[in-house]
T-cell receptor, first 112, second 111 residues
């Protein structure tokens, strides 16, 4: 157990639907990062939050949004889902001044 | 962001040392060199990081070239459990961090 908890582990939904992925960072970590990994593809950075504020944005589609709540957990919202959104979504967290990033085990999203 | 170049794949025999190279010729002076690995169906796992000096931990050693344009991750005795994709990532600790994973090196360990 890395200390970063992602739920659900698996999610199957239909095209056009909306889903929410949840991430609880490691205790004490203020930063949360979201990544997307499609089949046989590399990890694509989506977005970073630090203590509730958006800090960095990567290749995140307009149909996707995220937020970090006061208790530091984060949610990634994916809407108008397309088949190509099927992927593993990873969350990572880090502490301020920390040199290591801890990843969760991911949510596998399948859009049918 | 500094770009990295790693071999697509490498092979090693079990219990032999493995040297995984990474070229990061555009690295800036304040970028730390991080290594992560990803086992099949799992999230990436931190392995080691360094700035200028060579580093050792229980998992691996990191050798950094004097000009910092390249580094080598050293697994002293490869096991079957070390079969994974290994990523070398220059990371700059600033206000917003956008650390980018390249394709990495897929390490196969033969029994």
């Amino acid at each position: 157990d890395s200390g970063v908890t992602q739920t659900p582990k698996h999610l199957i939904t239909a095209t056009g639907q909306r889903v929410t992925l949840r991430c609880s960072p490691r205790s004490g970590d203020l930063s949360v990062y979201w990544y997307q990994q499609s089949l046989d593809q590399g990890l694509q950075f989506l977005i970073q939050y630090y203590n509730g504020e958006e800090r960095a944005k990567g290749n995140i589609l307009e149909r996707f949004s995220a937020q970090q709540f006061p208790d530091l957990h984060s949610e990634l919202n994916l809407s108008s889902l397309e088949l190509g959104d099927s992927a593993l979504y990873f969350c990572a967290s880090s502490a301020q001044g920390s040199y290591g990033y801890t990843f969760g085990s991911g949510t596998r999203l399948t859009v049918v | 962001d500094a770009k990295t170049t790693q071999p697509n794949s490498m092979e090693s025999n079990e219990e032999e040392p493995v040297h995984l190279p990474c070229n990061h010729s555009t690295i800036s002076g304040t970028d730390y060199i991080h290594w992560y690995r990803q086992l099949p169906s799992q999230g990436p796992e931190y392995v080691i990081h360094g700035l200028t000096s060579n580093v050792n931990n229980r998992m691996a050693s990191l050798a950094i070239a004097e000009d910092r344009k390249s580094s080598t991750l050293i697994l002293h005795r490869a096991t079957l459990r070390d079969a994974a994709v290994y990523y070398c990532i220059p990371i700059r600790y600033n206000y917003g961090q956008n650390f980018v994973f390249g394709p990495g090196t897929r390490l196969s360990v033969l029994p």
